[in-house]
């Protein structure tokens, strides 16, 4: 019984060469044979055959029994497969952790050099996006100063306020008088409010180590330009001239 085209192409897409193919199917039919019987059955050059089985054994696909002389034994099917199965994803297990060390070893130290402290960007999206990650990654304190042009946003962020909520993290709000009864009263639910009638500017504070600054905002027809920033003495300043505001007069609770 011979093997089809479709299943012997199934094998070799499996890793086996032709003269592979050929020496396991003898011994699938044959039993138990020698290297010579298996050269003779599969047609194979008695010169090669020793290099298939061997492929075999190593594979796991046949066992090998060391008498005089050397015989073979075709393990089932079903085995056969399984241990191909384990042995590749062994590999590629191996693989790809070696690629990931690697990979790793020069992000670390080549990728983190380039990595600016400083950002700027430009448009309504850039900057949402930008201050979902920072929210994202916030762990225990989060300082938000929301001017009057960043109000109709404030939906937008509550459900992760919430999720920080859960985690812990303390959050303060520091806005203007124009926040909707209704607004405040959401907003409560996750963070700290205040109120500042005077408004320099907007921004968040993650962690004393992220920032988001909102430059400009008067002109609603310019496009919304911020500044992000991983730099701890920007994060720092931030942070002290929020503090600085948020305890000093004309700063008052709703």
């Not at 010169?47 to 005089?68: D, P, T």
Request: one cysteine or more.
């Amino acid at each position: 019984m011979s093997l089809g085209d479709r299943a012997e192409d199934a094998l070799e897409g499996l890793g086996l060469n032709g003269s592979e193919i050929k020496a396991y199917v003898v011994l699938l039919r044959g039993g138990t044979m020698t290297a010579s019987d298996v050269s003779r059955e599969a047609r194979i050059p008695y010169s090669k055959v020793y290099e298939a089985l061997e492929g075999l054994h190593r594979r796991g696909w046949v066992e090998v029994q060391k008498s005089r002389p050397i015989v073979y034994t075709a393990k089932p099917p079903d085995t056969a497969l399984e241990e191909l199965k384990s042995r590749q994803e062994t590999e590629r297990k191996e693989r790809e952790q070696l690629a990931l060390d690697e990979l790793m070893r020069i992000y670390v130290s080549r990728g983190e050099q380039e990595k600016p402290d400083i950002w700027i960007m430009r448009g309504t999206n850039e900057i949402l996006s930008r201050v979902k990650n920072l929210l994202l990654n916030c762990r225990s304190e989060l300082l938000i100063a929301l001017p009057e042009q960043l109000l109709p946003f404030t939906e937008r962020m509550e459900p992760i306020l919430g999720t920080l909520r859960e985690k812990g993290v303390r959050t303060l709000v520091l806005t203007g008088p124009e926040l909707p009864a209704g607004s405040s009263e959401q907003l409560s639910r996750y963070a700290e409010i205040r109120l500042r009638k005077t408004m320099y500017g907007g921004g968040l504070v993650s962690d004393s180590r992220e920032v988001v600054l909102l430059l400009g905002g008067g002109d609603q027809s310019a496009l919304p330009l911020a500044i992000w920033a991983s730099h701890p003495g920007l994060a720092g300043f931030a942070k002290d001239y929020f503090e600085f505001l948020w305890s000093s007069p004309g700063t008052y609770k709703p």
